[in-house]
């Protein structure tokens, strides 16, 4: 069991030891997201290619959707205000 500072210190070593692994562990982490962020580039611009040409087929489909929906809608609300 721990009681003191001078078993943490026995314990987990100097303090200058502990921070300079917490740096070394950071730059090390930094190094990988920095790898991931261009990972994350890459598929950002196939998204935005795979969006420009899929939008002309995708655009009217998504207003002959809304246009069904609010017909759909409107023929609900006849159909009630009838009986």
């Given at each position: 069991?721990?009681?003191?500072n001078?078993?943490?210190l ?12 917490i740096?070394s ?19 950002t611009?196939w ?7 899929t939008?002309?087929?995708?655009l ?12 759909l809608l ?10």
């Open positions: 069991m721990i009681n003191d001078e078993d943490v026995t314990r987990l070593d100097s303090p200058s030891n502990i921070a300079s692994h740096l562990e950071y730059a090390f982490k930094e190094m990988e997201s920095n790898e991931t962020t261009a990972k994350k580039d890459i598929r611009v998204f935005i290619i795979l969006a420009i040409f939008a002309p087929i995708a009217p489909l998504a207003i002959a959707a809304t246009a069904i929906i609010f017909s409107v023929v609900i609300v006849s159909l009630v205000f009838v009986f």
